[in-house]
């Protein structure tokens, strides 16, 4: 399949299951189960796997634009399907046969979810550096132990990609470690379920690993590796998948205060709203809002995908112009639509809700304007 094959099987999905499945993900903080299996059995589980393997070789063009698509009808499927797909880009990037094998392939057969682990309790938004401890039993063999916070497709993917600090306690803070985990590995034990303000369906739980012995055959790249897997693939590909997603939520804002207009009338006049000069021009910014933003992730994720080192400017400021863009146009959405936006387990109610967290989702808006300030001044973009 072509991407706009991809995309018009990953609309038609968006306008039935998950669309069908909307309602009960957030009233009942429900996990979207048929929306996930709808992808993977369409074919669409392996959207950034390479083709050599089953998979459709696509990039971050192709997330931003499915994670989009999703989002307009539910920000956590999106967000969830977008995280599976940015967990099996982290495989695949220096992926040994085995995990070719074992991971790779399934996923591109719709056998398999994976997803991140790496954000923890006592770090917060700074995901990159984590303190899961790391201990090498043998060549063949380490052990595990921490917790993780907040991830998302906790306890239902098949596996996990975990983030761990250095194997020598003198290592430098950015010699750190991936490693994938299967969700049979013995330890992992798991937190209540999410119950949150918005995003209900994302199953973002707590994970606890106790002493988990994992193979070498696990880990991903190499020991220490794990700021390359940071600035080369895990903050491009979920920076886009967030983005995505919460640009969608933007349009189905935008859509939702549209059609109010075209359809309201006044019964004493018999003029609807959408004759009204102020509302026209509202509604005329914020579409050029939406606009000008998705055409900022659409160039950054083409130039992230075409390998231009440069990308990672506009992909960093891609996410954080999102956020500002969804926040506002769904606030001004419910003040064009007047009173009937305020109403319970409205559509609105929703948007306005899982619109929020686009600012706080790690890396944060602040942060993400801060690296971006750091790359251009040429200065370290972490924090010491």
């Given at each position: 399949?072509d991407?706009q094959?991809?995309?018009s099987?990953?609309?038609?999905?968006?306008?039935?299951?998950?669309?069908?499945?909307a309602g009960?993900?957030?009233?009942?903080?429900?996990w979207?189960e048929?929306s996930i299996?709808?992808?993977?059995?369409?074919?669409?589980?392996?959207?950034?796997v390479?083709k050599d393997?089953?998979?459709?070789?696509?990039?971050?063009?192709?997330?931003a634009?499915?994670?989009?698509?999703?989002?307009?009808?539910?920000?956590?499927a999106?967000?969830?399907?977008?995280?599976?797909?940015?967990?099996?880009?982290?495989i695949?990037?220096?992926?040994?046969e085995?995990?070719?094998?074992?991971?790779?392939?399934p996923?591109?057969?719709?056998?398999?979810?994976?997803t991140l682990?790496?954000?923890?309790?006592?770090?917060g938004?700074?995901f990159y550096?984590?303190?899961t401890?790391?201990?090498?039993?043998?060549?063949n063999?380490?052990?595990?132990?921490?917790?993780?916070?907040?991830?998302?497709?906790?306890s239902?993917?098949?596996?996990?990609?975990?983030?761990?600090?250095g194997?020598?306690?003198?290592a430098?803070r950015?010699?750190?470690?991936?490693?994938?985990?299967?969700?049979?590995?013995?330890?992992l034990?798991w937190g209540p379920?999410?119950?949150?303000?918005g995003m209900?369906g994302n199953?973002?739980?707590?994970?606890?690993?106790?002493?988990?012995?994992v193979p070498?055959?696990?880990?991903?790249g190499?020991?220490?590796?794990?700021?390359?897997?940071?600035?080369?693939?895990?903050?491009p590909?979920?920076?886009?998948?967030?983005?995505?997603?919460?640009?969608?939520?933007?349009?189905?804002a935008f859509n939702?205060a549209?059609q109010?207009?075209?359809?309201r009338?006044?019964t004493?006049?018999?003029?609807?709203?959408?004759?009204?000069?102020?509302?026209?021009?509202?509604l005329g910014?914020?579409?050029?809002?939406?606009?000008?933003?998705?055409?900022l992730?659409h160039?950054?994720?083409?130039?992230g995908?075409?390998?231009?080192?440069?990308?990672?400017?506009?992909?960093?400021?891609?996410?954080?112009?999102?956020?500002?863009?969804?926040?506002?146009v769904?606030n001004?959405?419910m003040?064009l639509?007047?009173?009937?936006?305020?109403?319970?387990?409205?559509r609105?109610?929703?948007?306005?809700r899982?619109?929020?967290?686009?600012?706080?989702?790690?890396?944060?808006?602040d942060?993400?304007?801060?690296?971006?300030?750091?790359?251009?001044?040429?200065?370290?973009?972490?924090?010491?």
């Amino acid at each position: 399949m072509d991407l706009q094959e991809i995309l018009s099987r990953i609309k038609q999905i968006a306008n039935s299951t998950v669309k069908d499945e909307a309602g009960a993900i957030d009233e009942k903080s429900k996990w979207p189960e048929a929306s996930i299996q709808a992808l993977q059995n369409a074919g669409l589980g392996g959207l950034v796997v390479a083709k050599d393997l089953g998979g459709h070789g696509q990039g971050l063009h192709a997330i931003a634009r499915a994670c989009e698509i999703l989002g307009q009808v539910s920000g956590s499927a999106a967000l969830c399907y977008g995280m599976h797909c940015v967990g099996a880009a982290v495989i695949g990037a220096k992926a040994t046969e085995q995990q070719k094998e074992e991971f790779l392939k399934p996923i591109a057969q719709g056998r398999h979810l994976t997803t991140l682990a790496l954000s923890e309790p006592g770090t917060g938004a700074h995901f990159y550096f984590p303190q899961t401890q790391l201990l090498a039993l043998s060549g063949n063999e380490f052990l595990l132990n921490g917790s993780k916070s907040f991830v998302t497709n906790g306890s239902k993917a098949d596996s996990y990609v975990i983030s761990t600090a250095g194997v020598d306690p003198e290592a430098a803070r950015d010699e750190f470690s991936c490693f994938v985990l299967r969700n049979d590995t013995a330890g992992l034990e798991w937190g209540p379920d999410w119950s949150g303000l918005g995003m209900r369906g994302n199953s973002s739980k707590t994970l606890v690993l106790k002493d988990i012995k994992v193979p070498a055959q696990n880990l991903l790249g190499e020991v220490g590796d794990q700021l390359w897997y940071i600035f080369q693939v895990v903050a491009p590909y979920f920076l886009t998948a967030m983005s995505g997603t919460y640009l969608g939520i933007a349009q189905a804002a935008f859509n939702e205060a549209r059609q109010h207009l075209i359809g309201r009338a006044y019964t004493h006049s018999g003029t609807t709203l959408s004759q009204n000069q102020l509302l026209q021009h509202r509604l005329g910014m914020l579409w050029a809002r939406i606009e000008r933003t998705r055409q900022l992730l659409h160039h950054a994720t083409r130039e992230g995908d075409g390998g231009d080192p440069t990308a990672v400017l506009p992909i960093l400021a891609s996410k954080a112009e999102v956020a500002n863009c969804c926040v506002e146009v769904v606030n001004e959405a419910m003040s064009l639509m007047g009173g009937i936006a305020y109403s319970h387990s409205s559509r609105m109610d929703v948007l306005l809700r899982d619109a929020r967290a686009s600012h706080v989702m790690g890396p944060t808006t602040d942060m993400l304007y801060t690296w971006l300030g750091r790359a251009l001044l040429e200065q370290p973009v972490l924090d010491s």
